[in-house]
């Protein structure tokens, strides 16, 4: 009997075994099929993103973001709402050593009211920037403090009734 017991024990530790294998198998298949679905997500996200300028032509499903750029809502059969927001140009975090010159000439003495000791722009910096400098220094400024900003997706699920 006590042999009985010792291969009881060596059977269920091998069906351990061989069920963790086969839980590895399928993990290492769904991470791959995980893989493949994010790749063709991203690539349908691009896609779509590549549609933005398009869109403006649709005017009822745009509305304009807070940093000047766009936003696209486009309502899905499921009741998902997919969300394509093409952002206006971003403040820099920090102004290029390149730009430091031509940006301090345009300030004068107002430079240090527009930008701090790291050379990186003050909050509200588009407002600023028109309240202290006329006009024409104001544009050039800003433009010389802005870069391009990513187009993102999102995806929203509807919520369970």
Same mark, same amino acid.
């Given at each position: 009997?006590?042999?009985?017991?010792?291969?009881?024990?060596?059977?269920?530790?091998?069906?351990?075994?061989?069920?963790?294998?086969?839980?590895?198998?399928?993990?290492?298949?769904?991470?791959?099929?995980?893989?493949? %679905?994010?790749?063709?997500?991203?690539?349908?996200?691009?896609?779509?993103?590549?549609?933005?300028?398009?869109?403006?032509?649709?005017?009822?499903?745009?509305?304009?973001?807070?940093?000047?750029?766009?936003?696209?809502?486009?309502?899905?059969?499921?009741?998902?709402?997919?969300?394509?927001?093409?952002?206006?140009?971003?403040?820099?975090?920090?102004?290029?050593?390149?730009?430091?010159?031509?940006?301090?000439?345009?300030?004068?003495?107002?430079?240090?009211?527009?930008?701090?000791?790291?050379?990186?722009?003050?909050?509200?910096?588009?407002?600023?920037?028109?309240?202290?400098?006329?006009?024409?220094?104001?544009?050039?400024?800003?433009?010389?403090?802005?870069?391009?900003?990513?187009?993102? %997706?999102?995806?929203?699920?509807?919520?369970?009734?």
């Amino acid at each position: 009997m006590h042999t009985t017991i010792h291969q009881s024990e060596g059977s269920i530790f091998r069906n351990h075994v061989n069920r963790a294998a086969r839980l590895a198998i399928r993990l290492a298949n769904i991470d791959k099929q995980r893989d493949a %679905v994010k790749k063709k997500l991203d690539a349908e996200k691009d896609a779509l993103a590549a549609l933005a300028p398009v869109a403006e032509q649709a005017q009822r499903y745009i509305s304009t973001t807070d940093g000047g750029g766009k936003s696209w809502s486009i309502p899905a059969q499921n009741g998902s709402i997919v969300r394509v927001t093409q952002p206006g140009k971003r403040i820099v975090s920090e102004v290029p050593e390149e730009k430091l010159e031509q940006i301090r000439k345009l300030c004068g003495h107002r430079f240090v009211l527009l930008f701090e000791a790291s050379y990186s722009c003050v909050k509200k910096f588009r407002e600023v920037v028109f309240r202290e400098l006329d006009k024409p220094a104001a544009e050039e400024v800003l433009e010389l403090c802005e870069e391009d900003s990513k187009t993102t %997706v999102t995806v929203s699920k509807p919520k369970p009734e």
